[in-house]
């Protein structure tokens, strides 16, 4: 115990030396390359204990990365160093920046053979930043765009698989937003509004485990207006495409109300053939 005592007390007294001298260091090397290999050496450091002396000096990968630019602006090193600064960021956790960078090196360097890379990082980026389906879509909807883009242009790459599952992860997360704002509208009275949501579910997220909610519900404002042929193909859908799910039993039910209410307006509008068909 006394030992852990005095480690912890020489660690507190060694963490304001390292920063005050991490902030005057001057980093000298002789080319591109050796300026770079470092920038990387650091970058690729992993944290251990005590984590604030072994882990990434992201002020000194920071730097590194950006003299190459300044000294060496128009070698290769330069380019890469643009890459590996988005990669700095994103190792930091610092997603929205990471994506700046990882947009502003594929928009500038379109023919680079890093492109792929700096394209999925940049998904990823924005798929780390992504919110709950009730708040703002702006990071989902990024990353299922260059999720997309990737798996469009890359179909071959190792990591296809990966891209795919967050494409149906970010789907997903959209399709139930356009179902809670289309129940927001419904249960306020808007129901065209909330009619427009649900066939966006349907319309355009027909992939996802959405749908069937979608449909039991598209079919039932449907109702609520008196438009019996909407409502009835949607609930159809219900009933015969998920007849082991959630909604069926609501839906079918649903749907025996239609009949039950068509057959009585045929009743009293004493249309004979109508009599005959009910």
Known sequence: MPMLRHLFILILVLIPLFFSCGGKRV?????????YEEALRELNKKGGFPWILTGTNYDKVFKLLKDIQLRYTYSSYAVL????TADAYFKKGEYEQAAIEYERFVKNHPGHSEIPYAIYRLAVSYYKQRRSYDRDP????????WFEVFVERYPDSPLISEARERIKRCRSELAKREIYIGKFYEKRGNHRAAIN???VVVDNYGDTKSLEEA???LGKVYYEE??????????DRVVREFPHAKYHDKA???LAEIEKKEGRGYREKGDKKA???W
């Open 81 to 84: 160093a643009e890459l590996r």
């Open 138 to 145: 702006t990071y989902t909807r990024e990353a299922l765009k």
């Open 275 to 277: 009599l005959v068909e």
């Open 197 to 199: 949501r649900f066939r």
């Open 27 to 35: 980093y000298n090397y002789e080319s591109a390359e050796a300026m």
């Open 226 to 235: 008196n438009q019996f042929d909407l409502a009835k193909e949607a609930l």
């Open 252 to 254: 079918a039910k649903l």
């Open 215 to 217: 449909l039991f519900l």
